[in-house]
């Protein structure tokens, strides 16, 4: 259940900020409000659904302050992610990080493609940093942006911008060069968020 409302989330059938109308789901669906409760806590915990007491729960609404902590998370996280790939990721796992950013660029008319291959080019690098709990931040931080995605990626030239950050950080890694990477990749956030204000 919580991961149908994810995806109704997701997909802006219930926009940031909209109320959940739990009866109109629970017939929809047809269940009792019971599990639906349970999967709105599930949702809650991530971060996606707000609760408001004696009002019900709400699609958690990014404010600027929101998204420039979020980003400043992810931008540590998955800087320290690129750095620690390149220093220790097989010619297997560099091979594999190249098939997918090569998709990626492949996919550039493709959004909804581009979107999902993206986020896995970049949690491949995190299990390829070896940290459990840093991917399960990242992770659960991804969701939270997706409330706010569209606003970044999607400027004019943006794009464009994005990718070539992703190739920047992609020879840092294939070339063994932590500094770099994770620079690179510290500059990534820094644009996407400047993007995301703007």
Known sequence: MAERL????????????????????AAEYGISRTPLREALKVLAVEGLVTMKLRRGAYVTEMSSSDVAQVYHLMALLEADAAGRAAAQ?????????????????????????FFATNEEFHLRLLALAGNRWSAQIVQDLRKVMKLNR????????????????HRAVMEAIAARQPEAAARLMRAHFDSGLEAASG
């Open 150 to 165: 569209q606003l970044s990626l999607f400027k004019e030239g943006r794009l464009a911008e994005s990718l070539a950050e």
């Open 89 to 113: 990721a097989t010619n297997a796992d560099i091979a594999e990080l190249q098939a997918l950013h090569a998709r990626l660029e492949s996919q550039v008319q493709q959004r909804d493609a």
């Open 6 to 25: 994810r995806q109704k989330i997701f997909s802006r059938e219930i926009e940031p900020g909209g109320w959940i109308d739990e009866q109109r789901i």
